[in-house]
């Protein structure tokens, strides 16, 4: 059985104040043990933040280096990120994508470096309206996998998460149904299924991520192979974040 998860993507939003306050209106919710919590806040904030914590929601980093240390300007390495305190790291956020031009080749590197160092990591996939509007979004998805993640075998790729997160759908306000995430989540089922096999493929949470909110959460995490959420903007509310968790 793959994991439930509920993870929060923070983006460049909030100063550490708000951050910190946010955390203490999370420690005042009640969450099933159930679903496992992560949150995304700006790395900066997370040494800190994590001292705030009381409760067992982890933290994680937004974005990671494909190398390990040296002279790499601006960048944070997977060692220094674990070092105060994050669990696991998103790859492949289409906004990296997108705004930093990180292509197929640096996200294969920074999911061989998270495999290296054994550090868990969420793969985001996901089409942009017009692939979407022409009908080809599962033959692209299924090419970004296979570009960055499916050269791992079969013990390696069991320390990864995947994230469906339609370009289109991302702070749009416009939700994939859930008809269009569960299809989606069932291809990346089966090539999980053809490539390592069902018990693996099973056991790898795929997350539905793209305007995810509380009134719609119910409905999309109904889903068979929508296994949790990535959310962006309505994580950063805590009433809004808890009734998403809650309606798990
Ligand atoms: P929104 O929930 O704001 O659409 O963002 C989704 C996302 O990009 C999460 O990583």
């Known amino acids: 059985m793959a994991q439930k998860i509920i993870a929060g993507n923070w983006k460049m939003n909030l100063d550490i104040d708000q951050s910190v306050k946010l955390i203490r209106e999370l420690n005042t919710e009640k969450f099933d043990s159930d679903v496992r919590i992560i949150l995304f806040p700006p790395s900066l ?10 409760s067992s929601i982890q933290l994680g980093v937004q974005n990671f280096s494909n190398n390990y240390n040296g002279a790499y300007t601006g960048e944070i390495s997977i060692n220094q990120v674990k ?3 994050a669990k696991i790291g998103l790859i492949g956020h289409s906004e990296r994508r997108s705004y930093y031009n990180e292509g197929d080749d640096i996200l294969r590197y920074k999911v061989n470096q998270a495999v290296k160092h054994n550090f ?4 985001c996939c996901g089409e942009p309206l017009s692939v979407r509007e022409s ?8 090419n970004q996998l296979q570009d ?13 998460i995947i994230a469906y997160e339609p ?19 069932k291809n990346i089922r089966l090539w999980l299924k053809e490539l390592y096999g069902p018990k693996v493929a099973n056991s790898i949470s795929i997350l539905y991520g793209g305007s995810c909110n509380a009134s719609n959460s119910k409905e999309l995490l109904a889903c068979p192979n929508v296994d949790g959420a990535l959310v962006g903007g309505a994580s950063l509310n805590a009433d809004d974040f808890s009734k998403i968790v809650q309606s798990y």
Not at 167 to 185: L, N, R, V
């Open 45 to 54: 904030f997370i040494d800190r933040i994590s001292k705030v914590i009381e």
């Open 83 to 85: 070092s105060v305190g």
């Open 148 to 160: 960055s993640l499916f050269h791992l075998n079969v013990e390696q790729i069991q320390n990864s």
């Open 167 to 185: 370009i289109w759908a991302i702070g749009t306000g416009k939700t994939a149904s859930s008809s269009q995430a569960e299809e989606m989540h």
């Open 120 to 123: 868990e990591f969420i793969f």
């Open 135 to 142: 009908g080809d979004e599962f033959v692209f998805v299924k």
